[in-house]
């Protein structure tokens, strides 16, 4: 099973390296942006995770164009859009 899972990362990153750090950096942004929303769920640090997932969004968008995944460049699209209103409101507005 573990050689299974090394071996589809391995492919991955064959596939595509540029595509494949992209997608750890958004994995790591998303998994961080939803850890701060989670432990300041109470009093949300949102100038801390808002940037993070509008990162993570656009490094999902870069990653899904590269490995040409139609629905997935929907969905970060719609994420990086939502994220940027939200920037927007809380730094411009």
């Not at 589809?8 to 540029?18: A, D, G, K, M, Q």
């Not at 109470?42 to 995770?49: E, G, H, V």
Request: net charge positive; charged share 10%.
């Amino acid at each position: 099973m573990i050689a299974k899972v090394h071996e589809f990362f391995r492919e991955s990153y064959r596939l595509s390296p540029f595509a494949f750090w992209c997608e750890l950096l958004e994995t790591i942004m998303l998994v961080g942006a939803s850890a701060v929303l989670t432990f300041t769920v109470l009093d949300p640090a949102t100038k801390l995770f808002v940037p993070m997932y509008l990162i993570g969004s656009i490094l999902g968008i870069v990653s899904a164009v590269i490995r040409k995944a139609a629905f997935v460049i929907v969905l970060c699209s719609w994420f990086t859009a939502m994220n940027a209103y939200s920037l927007y409101q809380l730094f411009f507005i």
